[in-house]
């Protein structure tokens, strides 16, 4: 799976992470980015990011991009 660019991540975009906790199994958690915390354009595991739940992880796939944010 190929990581997903920064550029391509937004504030209010729709994300599935995969969570510190859950890097063994692959689980992935649906929600809302709400900061993007990696500063460089890519990352080999991918860009980190906080959600608006508070959770953070790794972005493996964008679901849906929000509205012009």
């Given at each position: 799976?190929?990581?997903?660019?920064?550029?391509?991540?937004?504030?209010?975009?729709?994300?599935?992470?995969?969570?510190?906790?859950?890097?063994?199994?692959?689980?992935?958690?649906d929600g809302v980015v709400?900061?993007?915390?990696?500063?460089?354009?890519?990352?080999?595991?991918?860009?980190?990011?906080?959600?608006?739940?508070?959770?953070?992880?790794?972005?493996?796939e964008l679901v849906e991009?929000g509205q012009n944010v």
């Amino acid at each position: 799976m190929s990581s997903v660019p920064r550029s391509a991540i937004k504030k209010g975009y729709r994300v599935r992470i995969v969570l510190k906790a859950d890097q063994r199994t692959g689980k992935l958690t649906d929600g809302v980015v709400k900061d993007i915390l990696t500063k460089s354009t890519t990352h080999p595991h991918g860009i980190k990011v906080r959600l608006e739940n508070g959770q953070v992880g790794r972005v493996k796939e964008l679901v849906e991009s929000g509205q012009n944010v």
